[in-house]
């Protein structure tokens, strides 16, 4: 079945320390999205990739990076100057940038102790 | 005027009622309205879609209701079942790449 794959579901980290979400598609779609969702406040989006080796940033950027190396893969890093890390982390793809329909991935939570 | 406003925060229905969440927008140039659900732990997911040319939309259960002048969207669950529980959020899109989402709605339709 075509769908997004995101890992770990369930991820804990001390503080000062980076982490590293992992997003894989197999929908052959061009367009790759991070979003970050927290109670009451809808879906906030991170950066987004329309192509291979080209990303940019979106609304809440700063703390994090990415990387585009594979047309299936899109991983984020949650760096440690991202101020208030814990939050759902939301994968989703589009057939291309400007593409109506996302398809998103179950989530990773992630939990700063 | 990137914002799209949703109400209400949480909603309690009984099995059978109708459900009832709006949105509204600023900016004039969004032409694509969605909705999307989301079970808990889970992504969202597209449930239902409106253009601006058309002041409603129906699928089984679910329909879009558009009033292109009020700038005002909302969607109606008739019929309303507990697998409906879940969040809903609304969003709008221009021309541009980003779909901007409200805020969510959390559903609980008691049985």
């Known amino acids: 079945d075509g769908g997004i794959t995101q890992s770990p579901k369930y991820l804990f980290r001390k503080e000062g320390q980076n982490v590293t979400l992992s997003c894989e598609q197999n929908l052959n779609h061009d367009a790759m999205y991070w979003y970050r969702q927290d109670p009451g406040q809808g879906l906030r989006l991170i950066y987004y990739?329309?192509?291979?080796?080209?990303?940019q940033k979106g609304d809440i950027a700063e703390g994090y990076s990415v990387s585009r190396e594979k047309k299936e893969s899109f991983p984020l890093t949650v760096t440690s100057a991202q101020k208030n890390p814990t939050a759902f982390y939301l994968c989703?793809?589009?057939?291309?940038?400007?593409?109506?329909?996302?398809?998103f991935g179950a989530g990773s939570r992630l939990t700063v102790l | 005027q990137q914002q799209v406003k949703q109400s209400p925060q949480s909603l309690i229905v009984q099995k059978g009622g109708i459900s009832i969440i709006n949105c509204a927008y600023e900016n004039t140039a969004f032409d694509y309205f969605p909705w999307y659900q989301q079970f808990p732990g889970k992504g969202p997911a597209l449930l239902i879609a409106i253009r601006p040319d058309v002041s409603e939309k129906k699928e089984g259960r679910f329909t879009i209701s558009f009033n292109k002048s009020a700038k005002q969207f909302s969607l109606h669950i008739m019929d309303s079942q507990p697998g409906d529980s879940a969040t809903y959020f609304c969003?709008?899109?221009?021309?541009?790449?980003?779909?901007?989402f409200g805020s969510g709605t959390r559903l609980l339709v008691r049985p």
């Open positions: 989703a793809s589009s057939v291309a940038q400007g593409g109506n329909v996302l398809t």
């Open positions: 969003a709008a899109k221009g021309s541009s790449y980003k779909l901007i």
């Open positions: 990739s329309q192509i291979v080796n080209d990303f």
